[in-house]
C-alpha cells in the first residue's frame, strides 16, 4: 500500500525557514503523473491548502504565502517538497501533503514558529 510520509517541521523563529518533504513510499510507478498538495491546519482551524504542483510541475499557491512558500517535486525520488521562507507565528500548525489520486494523506509534521 502506497504510503505518504512528511518530514522536515520543527520550531523556528520568526523570519526563519524550513523545508518540508513528503515522500510517497512503495509506489513502483506513476508518481510523475499525480497531482500533489500541502496542507495545513492550526489548531482550532480547519486544514486549508497552502501549495499545489501538478504533474507537469505546474504550481498553485494560497495569496497567504505566495512570494514566501515554494512547492517542487523530485520524481526520480519520489518526493514532493515545500520551501518555507519568512516564516511568521500564523504559519504554524501541522503540515500535510496529499495524493490527488488516491486523495491519500500523511501523517502530518508540526511546524511551529516562535515570536
Known amino acids: 500500500q502506497v504510503q505518504l510520509v512528511e518530514s522536515g517541521g520543527g520550531l523556528v523563529q520568526t523570519g526563519g525557514s524550513l523545508r518540508l518533504a513528503c515522500v510517497e513510499s512503495k509506489r513502483s510507478f506513476g508518481f510523475n503523473n499525480i497531482d500533489f498538495g500541502w496542507y495545513r491546519q492550526a489548531p482550532g482551524k480547519q486544514r486549508e491548502l497552502v501549495a499545489m504542483?501538478?504533474?507537469?510541475?505546474?504550481?498553485n499557491y494560497a495569496d497567504f504565502v505566495k512570494g514566501r512558500f515554494t512547492i517542487s517535486r523530485d520524481n526520480a525520488k519520489n518526493t514532493v517538497y515545500l520551501q518555507m521562507n519568512s516564516l511568521q507565528p500564523e504559519d504554524t500548525g501541522v503540515y500535510y501533503c496529499?495524493?490527488?489520486?488516491?486523495?491519500?494523506w500523511g501523517q502530518g509534521t508540526q511546524v511551529t514558529v516562535s515570536s
Open positions: 496529499k495524493d490527488y489520486s488516491n486523495g491519500q
Open positions: 504542483i501538478n504533474y507537469g510541475g505546474s504550481t
